[in-house]
């Protein structure tokens, strides 16, 4: 049965409008607040606040050098490392404490991620978020639900029984079974929806189905961190809000990421991280067998050192490598990947890291550019190190592919199925902050709507037709 949503137009130059409004706003927010935490420190010690940003950032560089001696080496560099790591910040904090200078430091660091904070939630150039559609409600839903991800999600939240009474057809995955085949079995049998609940590693098996066939997906959050779900605004805590999907939907058309033939839908990591959760023992004991493996992954004889080449940019040396469906909107580690800004951009986002010795551990404090930390984005890019066969984590799933990997973006690959209603909704936050498009629009030099188009970020689509 299809039901008419009607026009939804003026709703949304309405929320267009409202989010101008808002823009603005936060633009000057941000521009306040910056100029805030210049203006403590300047008021309270003068000229002497620059020796203080050089004391803080000392300190910083020296917990950078105790970090890499305690996960690079064993015995008392590892001891050292650790004190270091923790005696810096603790040495800088009792000097400014001494001097008067805990306070104002304080105030003028929580002034500047305030500051940061408002100018990421400033819509970007040409990307204002909206998200309204009218689409058809399937006639034949087929859920893959793993009753063990996390932790037993599925049956804490009765989605079995919920989906079931939506009119779905739900499938329970047994240890084993092959994830792709049940999937490719599901369409052959006609149906028009793929939905799966569970962890982003079987959302991305499914979801290349999906895009094969060209067949609506719906995720259901009920893995361990559901990366994907927060990235398309779903709620995590409430996984059966994702079912509204199937009654009160809009789809949106994302992109895919590939690693060889194998599909990702957050991310493939290379080096270290990737060469940890091969141990049989990660599962059970991550801090542990990281601890454990990481001095030999980073500085032993086989440490493993990586070669990219992404159009005309080659970089070797590389330590760890993270490539994401789509650019992360900070700087990150794959287990920490923060949100991505749009899902839609047809290009890959790749962090990549390298760090052999303690002064490039102390320059990763000078930030993304520093040379220890590398970020660059990219249609494809081909991963190398010398050997006949790689490890990569894809979505935190560990598998061997023949070395060189080549990664790829994969445009508008997948029609994803949402809720019209999501809470956490990307407007922007999370990404780089533009601080000159902050100060033009706070100052009242550029209109936040110029130039942005209604429909961005993922694109909106009916009944399969972009709209």
Request: proline fraction near 5%; hydrophobic fraction near 45%.
């Amino acid at each position: 049965m299809e039901r008419h949503r009607g026009d939804t137009r003026g709703s949304g130059e309405a929320g267009a409008a409202t989010a101008r409004e808002g823009g603005t706003g936060r633009a000057r927010l941000a521009l306040l607040a910056l100029l805030g935490s210049i203006l403590v420190p300047l008021v309270t010690a003068g000229l002497r606040s620059v020796l203080w940003v050089l004391v803080g950032v000392a300190g910083l560089a020296l917990a950078a050098v105790g970090v890499w001696w305690a996960l690079a080496h064993t015995g008392v560099l590892r001891f050292l490392g650790t004190v270091l790591s923790v005696a810096a910040p603790v040495t800088v904090l009792a000097l400014y404490t001494s001097f008067g200078m805990l306070g104002p430091a304080l105030l003028s660091l929580a002034l500047w991620a305030l500051a940061v904070t408002a100018a990421r939630t400033v819509p970007a150039h040409g990307h204002t978020l909206s998200a309204q559609a009218v689409v058809k409600e399937p006639h034949a839903p087929w859920i893959l639900m793993n009753p063990r991800s996390g932790g037993g999600k599925v049956g804490r939240f009765q989605l079995a029984e919920k989906a079931r009474a939506a009119g779905c057809r739900v499938v329970l995955l047994d240890a084993g079974q092959d994830i792709a085949e049940l999937a490719r079995q599901a369409v052959a049998e006609g149906a028009d929806l793929l939905a799966v609940a569970g962890g982003d590693g079987t959302q991305a098996l499914v979801a290349e189905v999906a895009a094969r066939h060209d067949l609506p997906f719906m995720v259901i959050p009920a893995g361990t961190r559901n990366h994907f779900a927060l990235d398309l605004g779903l709620d995590r805590d409430d996984p059966a809000a994702a079912l509204q999907a199937l009654t009160d939907g809009v789809e949106l058309r994302i992109d895919l990421g590939y690693a060889a033939d194998r599909v990702f839908v957050n991310n493939a990591s290379f080096g270290t991280y990737a060469s940890v959760v091969t141990d049989p023992a990660y599962r059970d004991a991550k801090a542990r067998t990281t601890l454990r493996t990481l001095p030999g992954l980073l500085t032993g004889e086989d440490a493993l050192r990586l070669r990219i080449r992404a159009g005309r940019t080659h970089i070797d040396g590389l330590q760890a490598l993270l490539v994401s469906n789509n650019p992360y909107g900070r700087a990150v580690d794959a287990a920490r990947p923060g949100r991505r800004e749009r899902l839609d951009s047809g290009l890959l986002g790749l962090v990549c890291v390298r760090v052999g010795n303690t002064t490039e551990a102390a320059r990763i404090v000078r930030g993304p550019r520093s040379g220890g930390l590398v970020r660059l984005n990219a249609g494809e890019v081909a991963v190398e190190a010398g050997t006949d066969t790689l490890p990569v984590g894809i979505d935190g799933e560990h598998v061997v592919l023949p070395s060189p990997v080549v990664c790829r973006s994969a445009p508008g690959a997948l029609r994803v199925r949402v809720p019209r209603r999501r809470p956490h909704t990307l407007r922007g936050s999370g990404a780089a902050a533009d601080w000159p498009r902050v100060a033009r629009l706070a100052l009242g030099r550029l209109s936040p709507g110029r130039g942005q188009h209604q429909f961005s970020g993922p694109r909106l689509v009916h009944g399969g037709r972009d709209s």
